[in-house]
């Protein structure tokens, strides 16, 4: 049962800037949307009008991470370190390779700038793979819009219970300064 817990996907989408070809056009962004499994991964790129996939199998991640000289799950990390969320240290470019497109991202190593790529083929039904990134955004968004109502709601709860805590607090300190005033007063009348 512990097993196929661990083996659960995970999935991540993240907005990257990319380097373009054209240095006159403007810079571009990629949205890349992953799932990660213990020993492969899998990606699902778009730039809003193409959609480019790329499936690493067991074996290829298995050789990258052995031609990095890390263990497979080190590899995989570092893989969805920068492809989950967009590094500012982090170059990453997205070009023409042949019949599909090529993902590069830059990390530093021991003071080393080193560069990862992998190859993207073209998405066998773009249409459907735009949508689905759009689909997991919007969902995305929706999770995170209920927990902020959530962790809003909770907090307002929270601060009207400081609130009463305060008031009671004052209250107590009234009616203890009245018990001691009307003390003194019968012990020394």
Not at 11 to 29: F, Y
Not at 101 to 116: A, I, P, V
Not at 138 to 166: P, Y
Request: charged letters at 25%; a negative charge.
């Amino acid at each position: 049962m512990a097993t196929a817990a661990a083996a659960a996907p995970r999935h991540s989408c993240a907005k990257l800037s990319v380097a373009v070809e054209d240095p006159k056009a403007p810079g571009g962004g990629v949205f890349v949307k992953a799932t990660w499994l213990p020993t492969r991964f899998s990606l699902a790129v778009t730039d809003g009008a193409g959609a480019w996939v790329a499936d690493a199998s067991d074996a290829e991640v298995r050789l990258r991470a052995e031609q990095w000289d890390q263990p497979v799950s080190e590899y995989l990390a570092l893989a969805e370190r920068y492809l989950a969320f967009h590094q500012p240290s982090s170059t990453y470019s997205f070009h023409e390779a042949g019949a599909g497109r090529r993902l590069s991202w830059t990390f530093e190593k021991q003071g080393t700038k080193l560069e990862w790529r992998w190859k993207l083929q073209p998405a066998p039904h773009p249409q459907q793979t735009i949508a689905e990134v759009l689909d997991f955004l919007m969902d995305a968004n929706i999770r995170l819009s209920e927990e902020v109502v959530r962790k809003t709601q909770s907090f307002e709860k929270l601060k009207q219970e400081a609130e009463n805590c305060l008031q009671q607090s004052e209250r107590f300190n009234t009616e203890k300064a009245e018990f001691e005033q009307a003390s003194f007063t019968k012990a020394y009348v």
